[in-house]
């Protein structure tokens, strides 16, 4: 007789979370015409307070971190393409800053909108940090009673660390 084996559940990792106040947004552009490389870059800039974050990260309530958003494209006769979805994080004693590579779209319309305060807040989610470093999994602008109100509507499917 043979035993029928029953999966085990993979327990999910969790999510740690950290909401930000933005203080401030300006955006650079920066291009380069050389034989080897090609490209344009636009960053825009946020500097932000943490205000809410995961209790793992409660040391890091009320502290600045620097939040950078770019966008990054070959210029033609190049190859390689520039398509990332990267976000980093660090999150350190004296250091708490974060990139997140996005597509180009939407991206010279943010310092407009943040003036007009339509977007008064950030949201980071990531992994466990390891040595004050983590992979971000998402990133989320809005006002902070927008994602209050999301967050009491939406119930995610992976645990958050309280």
């Known amino acids: 007789m043979t035993k029928t084996r029953r999966k085990r ?3 999910p990792r969790p999510v740690y979370s ?3 106040e933005i203080q401030a947004a300006w955006p650079t552009y920066y291009v380069v015409d050389e034989p080897e490389r090609r490209l344009d870059e ?5 500097k932000c307070v ?5 209790a793992t990260l409660e040391q890091h309530r009320g502290e600045e971190i620097e939040i950078r958003l770019a966008c990054e494209r070959f210029l033609p006769d190049v190859s390689q393409s520039a398509q990332r ?3 980093s994080l660090i999150l350190r004693k004296n250091l708490r800053s974060m990139v997140a590579y996005l597509p180009p779209d939407a991206i010279w319309a943010l310092p407009g909108i943040i003036a007009s305060k339509a977007i008064t807040h950030v949201q980071v989610d990531c992994d466990e940090l390891y040595r ?3 992979t971000g999994l998402s990133i989320y602008l809005s006002t902070l009673a927008e994602m209050h109100s999301l967050e009491a509507r939406f119930v995610e499917g992976r645990p958050r660390d309280a």
Do not use: D, H, P, W
């Not at 943490?50 to 995961?54: D, G, Q, W």
């Open 9 to 11: 559940k993979v327990t």
């Open 18 to 20: 950290l909401k930000a």
């Open 42 to 46: 636009t960053f825009v800039r946020l």
């Open 50 to 54: 943490i205000v809410e974050t995961s």
């Open 85 to 87: 979805a990267q976000l």
């Open 132 to 134: 004050g470093v983590a």
